[in-house]
């Protein structure tokens, strides 16, 4: 660490390279904040994926007007995979070295305006496309988009499709405002986190801002499912419209063939989704919804590992995600609070708490606080434990009982999406950490399809998925979305 | 490295070289501890004496008021915390504005520390304190006030006299810092009642590690180092007594030239500022009258101060930046917030102070450099519409 700039900064402080702005640009990032000082613009001119032009502004000292020179010098005419491969140590190599202690942010600053600038172009080229959901072909080619959270699943994931041979860009999806530290350009930032992981695996990453659809699929739904009295599961959500389509779209653009996320779970010949080799992570569950087209063209490299190895990988690679934490909760509820989150969002009305008779046993606060299966809250005492069976929000009822009201053996599922025959049926699972039960399943016409249990089970909620799987129990049928149950 | 034109004189200036003369005999051949009882003793102990008595002489003090110490943040430390310690212990609070050198607001910030309660007196937009403002905030429980006599930023010279009065009126020790007006602006303690006054060699032309304070007879003051009770105790520790010569020497010539000096440069100030004023959104910063002759302190809109600094040093000038700029996000300058200015607005400024060896040609040349470097700023910032 040194306390004075290389002649390399002064010199881009004194003549800057591609200093300015492009009118009309295929992209346009900011970066930078009022209360950091600091602010980096970059605009950028893409053609057929090659950085035609590239030009920046920036207020700051020194340090960060000679990284925005030397990084829009580094990226000058590159294809845009070359130039989203560029990393803060790249900058500072051409800076002649690292910059004097306390200035290193603004190597930070200039590489997240060029990303955003990036984001943008992806942004406006996508359009409505995406928001749609429509997809382009897929080329042929060893070359594949992965998704990256900047967990180590999805670390792991990029490094071992780069040691494969893979050509791999990497993306990370911008889905909403919940970030811890997303309001300053100063403290961590999933986004940059992941950036950063990919460039010091060498590899090229962009963001997609992918907030409106993921605002319109997802968090709309979750919402709206609790206000009908359903149980909604958003990581279902985002497989089945968000996540998939959106590194599908990435790929296309840059004509990669595959994509590929940190799940667990593989894709066998089909393509079928199969279960994985660690089966106490397996997310088949959560997968079902991801379109046939699209699993065809997915590779889920963590399907053939177990959770322990993949940190052993990441640790012996020296990724620094190896030790990051298990995320378990709902991305955008971090605290876990997902009541205290829906409440927020809509107005909840008071009603009954009933029994199966209808007899009135209490009151609620609003229909919003319950699902299928719940014990706790119902703020009714009786002799043996209540629990809710039935949500009716058209009503307002909260219908309780016994643990043996809650089995079902008959469940009407809907917006099926099968990769299999559905002949090959043999169990379906209703819940995440759920034991898959022997069931055979029926068209019952309306888009719906029934399937009868050979047992009961407890705690269906509507909402939830209903995911078939063959007879040995290893391959997804299809799944679907819990309509209605009964015994 | 090319020649620099230096335009950074409120940081330090450079050593005049008489002062240098001066101070060459107590680094070289004589030796002698000022505490000594030998020949070579008494010797040092003269050259001391004879500084002490230049240096009261610039404040029109007596030479037994003056205290030596290592500059002016060690002066504004011992007058500080020397009066909040050495006041009774019902006096738990003081009197601050919010324009003082960090020697001071950070003395200060140590007292809320320890318990004191500190009145923060703001300025209006021009940096200037409001007399009344700072009386009214004087109370019987009152250890200390202080002031400082001219900013160090903005140029801004405070109303010490009044400040001064009104503490003296009701028996409240009164402390200023006047390490950048000493040898601009004409200090008297007779005229100006003052307890303790802070001073410091290195912006007088002198050599950096020599400082001095002014202390009225009479003023308690609790040392903050202890030792061999060197200066009546206040200082402990062996005189630098070539730093000190060179203080002397420097307050001599200081005394002997103000008028001259501050003729001087007043003229290089206005020629600045009125080259200033041919660049548009560039604004002066502080008192337009009320201000200290060497002083130009702007505000260019649309730049950032460090890279303008920066630029500026490339081209062969320094000056000062009036914030600073770290991993942590930007300093704003207290000064300038207390002044009323946003933090964007505090970011954007540069301090441009010239001394009396700077002449009419380079401040002509480097108008000219300022204005390219701004341009060249302002066309690469996304703050500026020009």
């Given at each position: 660490m040194t306390d004075r700039y290389t002649p390399q900064v002064v010199d881009h402080l004194v003549?800057?390279?591609?200093?300015g702005e492009i009118t009309d640009p295929s992209g346009r990032g900011e970066s930078g904040h009022a209360a950091c000082g600091d602010i980096a613009c970059f605009t950028v001119g893409i053609s057929e994926n090659v950085l035609e032009g590239v030009r920046y502004q920036v207020y700051g000292c020194a340090a960060c007007i000679a990284a925005g020179s030397a990084l829009a010098e580094l990226v000058d005419g590159k294809h845009v995979i070359e130039a989203a491969r560029v990393s803060k140590s790249d900058v500072e190599s051409a800076l002649g070295g690292p910059l004097p202690l306390?200035?290193?942010?603004a190597l930070t600053l200039v590489l997240d305006a060029l990303h955003k600038a990036f984001e943008d172009h992806w942004t406006r080229t996508a359009g409505e496309m995406l928001l749609d959901g429509e997809k382009g072909p897929a080329s042929a080619g060893k070359s594949v988009v992965a998704a990256m959270s900047g967990g180590v699943d999805s670390a792991v994931t990029a490094l071992l499709l780069e040691e494969a041979g893979y050509d791999v860009a990497t993306v990370t999806f911008r889905?909403?405002?919940?970030?811890?530290?997303?309001?300053?350009?100063?403290s961590p930032d999933t986004v940059l986190f992941a950036r950063d992981t990919a460039h010091r695996m060498g590899l090229a990453h962009f963001t997609l801002n992918l907030k409106e659809l993921f605002q319109r699929r997802v968090m709309q739904d979750f919402v709206g499912s609790y206000k009908e009295g359903r149980t909604p599961n958003p990581c279902v959500a985002c497989n089945a419209h968000v996540k998939f389509q959106a590194s599908a779209f990435l790929a296309d653009e840059l004509g990669y063939h595959h994509v590929a996320t940190g799940h667990y779970a593989r894709v066998e010949e089909g393509p079928a989704l199969a279960r994985p080799v660690d089966e106490s992570k397996d997310q088949t569950y959560v997968l079902w919804p991801v379109p046939r087209e699209l699993l065809a063209r997915?590779?889920?490299?963590?399907?053939?590992?177990?959770k322990s190895e993949v940190r052993a990988i990441a640790e012996e690679r020296g990724?620094?995600?190896?030790y990051t934490p298990e995320s378990q909760d709902i991305c955008f509820i971090p605290d876990g609070n997902y009541r205290k989150f829906v409440r927020k969002k809509v107005d909840a009305e008071p009603g009954d708490v009933v029994d199966r008779e209808g007899q009135v046993l209490g009151r609620h606060a609003?229909?919003?606080?319950f699902t299928v299966g719940q014990r706790r809250g119902i703020g009714v005492s009786a002799p043996a434990p209540l629990y809710v069976t039935e949500v009716r929000p058209r009503s307002g009822q909260v219908v309780v009982g016994s643990?043996?009201?809650?089995?079902?053996r008959e469940v009407g599922v809907r917006d099926l999406n099968w990769?299999?025959?559905?002949?090959?049926?043999?169990r379906v699972q209703v819940r995440y950490n759920g034991r898959p039960v022997v069931c055979k399943v029926e068209e019952a016409g309306d888009g719906e399809w029934v399937a009868h249990l050979d047992e009961p089970v407890v705690?269906?909620?509507?909402?939830q998925s209903a995911v078939f799987y063959t007879e040995d129990g290893e391959r997804v049928v299809g799944g679907g979305v819990v309509a209605r149950s009964s015994l | 490295m090319m020649e620099q034109v230096y335009l950074d004189n409120a940081a330090t200036t450079p050593l005049d070289p008489r002062v240098l003369e001066a101070m060459l005999p107590h680094l070289g051949g004589v030796r002698g501890?000022?505490?000594?009882?030998?020949v070579l003793g008494t010797s040092a102990r003269d050259a001391v004496e004879e500084a002490r008595a230049s240096v009261a002489s610039l404040l029109g003090a007596?030479?037994?008021e003056i205290v030596f110490t290592s500059g002016g943040t060690e002066s504004d430390a011992l007058a500080v915390l020397g009066m909040a310690r050495s006041?009774?212990?019902?006096?738990?609070h003081a009197v601050v504005s919010r324009v003082e050198h960090a020697a001071v607001r950070e003395d200060a910030r140590r007292l809320e520390k320890e318990g004191f309660e500190v009145s923060w007196i703001g300025v209006d937009t021009?940096?200037?304190?409001d007399p009344d403002e700072f009386a009214a905030?004087?109370?019987?429980?009152?250890a200390l006030a202080a002031a400082v006599?001219?900013?160090?930023?903005?140029?801004t010279i405070e109303p010490a006299h009044e400040l001064a009065g009104a503490c003296a009126g009701l028996g409240i020790p009164f402390h200023s810092d006047a390490v950048q007006a000493a040898g601009r602006v004409t200090i008297d303690v007779s005229e100006t009642p003052v307890s303790t006054l802070a001073l410091s060699g290195h912006k007088l032309y002198g050599p950096q590690g020599a400082g001095a304070m002014y202390v009225r007879g009479g003023v308690a003051l609790e040392p903050i180092v202890y030792g061999?009770?060197?200066?009546?105790?206040l200082r402990s520790g062996t005189q630098n007594v070539a730093g000190i010569v060179g203080l002397g020497a420097a307050a001599r010539l200081a005394r002997e030239e103000l008028v001259e000096r501050v003729a001087h440069e007043k003229e290089l100030r206005e020629r600045i500022l009125a080259g200033a004023e041919r660049i548009p959104d560039v604004h002066l910063n502080g008192h337009r009258e009320r201000r200290l002759s060497n002083n130009v302190h702007l505000t260019v809109t649309g730049v950032e101060a460090e890279s303008l600094v920066m630029f500026l040093d490339t081209l062969g000038y320094a000056v000062g930046s009036g914030s600073a700029c770290s991993s942590g996000g930007h300093k704003a300058s207290r000064v300038l917030i207390a002044m009323g200015r946003s933090e964007r607005e505090a970011f954007s400024v540069v301090r441009i102070t010239v001394g009396k060896d700077n002449t009419a040609e380079e401040v002509d040349r480097f108008m000219d450099a300022f204005s390219t470097a701004v341009a060249r700023l302002r066309e690469l910032s996304p703050l500026y519409a020009g």
């Open positions: 003549r800057p390279r591609n200093a306390g200035k290193e942010h889905l909403h405002d919940g970030e811890k530290g997303g309001r300053s350009c100063c997915t590779i889920f490299p963590l399907g053939e590992y177990r990724l620094a995600v190896a609003g229909v919003v606080d643990k043996r009201d809650l089995e079902v990769f299999l025959d559905p002949d090959e049926t043999a705690g269906v909620a509507p909402g | 501890n000022p505490s000594s009882l030998h007596s030479p037994e006041a009774p212990p019902e006096k738990r021009d940096g200037l304190i905030a004087l109370r019987p429980d009152t006599w001219a900013n160090n930023e903005v140029g061999g009770d060197q200066e009546r105790g």
